[in-house]
């Protein structure tokens, strides 16, 4: 493509192109997108010249899907949608690709306009139904580089985010909702769950923390121990959501919460810093500490059933 005497480079047609196909690494964020194909000099001009919508694609056999940003027909907020078919699964190249797309949002339009942040799904059934929990356990450094890092970005993220959830949030679905600072649920579709007791996963300490802290004991309890699935209904009335709609219904929450008002304030980010700081501490723990924490833990718990044994023994 001659990147100089198209047009197409300032908006859609130049990232349609760009994207489809696989790129070698950009030279500004270290990853496949937009600006890849270009020198660093070429691509900085750009990256301060982009129009969206922007499509960012997820370049992996056993990982397709893309992630498209774009500006609502309102103007009123930003618009990430996530399509990775079936269900939009959090394997490690959609956890960056997602954190990918905040960054270039953050780096070259919130400094223009700053609007809040709505994510969707474009698949009807599912919002997202969690990780690929093989894959998460087979790829090195998949807690560490991909899920918690965007589990902190959406904690920390400079602007109001809301998760319009579409259809299904299950497990990994949830805690990404969750880490929003909001959420408005499809009323006539989908249940929000954390189903690890059913499939025997255990709950990280950053998963678990973030429903900890965003949800009453007795709400907790029951998502964790007990797999409750949540319909709107259940789950407004809960408070683990904040209401009932479709993307068409966005736009009034928006106003009707002062959102895009209190998105302008350069302290936002760092509200929300403060505000889930447990969580972000938690994110920003080692995996190996966790494993080493629990197996530490083990390791107590055996002793001390050895010594009980020996106290009953000299009973």
Not at 17 to 26: N, Q
Not at 151 to 179: D, Q, V, W
Not at 212 to 234: G, H, I, M
Request: one cysteine or more; charged letters at 20%.
């Amino acid at each position: 493509m001659n990147i100089l005497g198209s047009s197409s480079v300032w908006g859609w047609e130049f990232t349609m192109t760009v994207f489809m196909s696989s790129p070698p690494e950009c030279q500004i964020c270290r990853q496949s997108c937009a600006l890849s194909a270009f020198p660093k000099s070429v691509s900085l001009v750009l990256a301060n010249t982009m129009s969206l919508p922007i499509v960012f694609p997820v370049y992996k056999e056993s990982s397709k899907g893309t992630v498209m940003l774009s500006t609502a027909d309102s103007g009123t907020h930003y618009l990430l949608t996530i399509n990775s078919p079936p269900d939009n699964r959090l394997t490690p190249e959609m956890c960056l690709t997602l954190a990918h797309a905040l960054d270039v949002l953050e780096d070259s339009f919130l400094s223009v306009e700053k609007l809040p942040l709505v994510t969707t799904s474009s698949i009807q059934k599912f919002y997202s139904n969690g990780l690929d929990l093989e894959r998460a356990k087979s790829t090195p450094g998949f807690w560490d580089n991909s899920l918690y890092p965007l589990f902190k970005r959406f904690l920390e993220y400079p602007t109001p985010c809301i998760a319009m959830i579409n259809g299904h949030a299950f497990a990994g679905g949830f805690m990404l909702s969750m880490c929003h600072d909001y959420r408005i649920m499809n009323p006539s579709r989908g249940f929000l769950c954390l189903n690890e007791l059913e499939f025997g996963a255990p709950l990280t300490s950053p998963m678990s923390a973030i429903f900890r802290f965003k949800l009453t004991p007795a709400v907790y309890q029951k998502s964790v121990l007990e797999a409750a699935r949540f319909t709107a209904d259940a789950a407004i009335a809960l408070s683990i959501i904040d209401a009932k709609g479709s993307l068409a219904d966005v736009d009034e929450f928006i106003k009707a919460r002062n959102i895009g008002i209190f998105a302008t304030s350069p302290a936002y980010g760092q509200l929300k810093s403060e505000m889930w700081r447990e969580i972000i501490k938690y994110c920003d723990t080692p995996f190996a500490e966790e494993d080493a924490r629990i197996e530490k833990s083990a390791q107590r718990e055996a002793e001390i059933k050895k010594t009980r044994a020996q106290l009953r023994a000299k009973m």
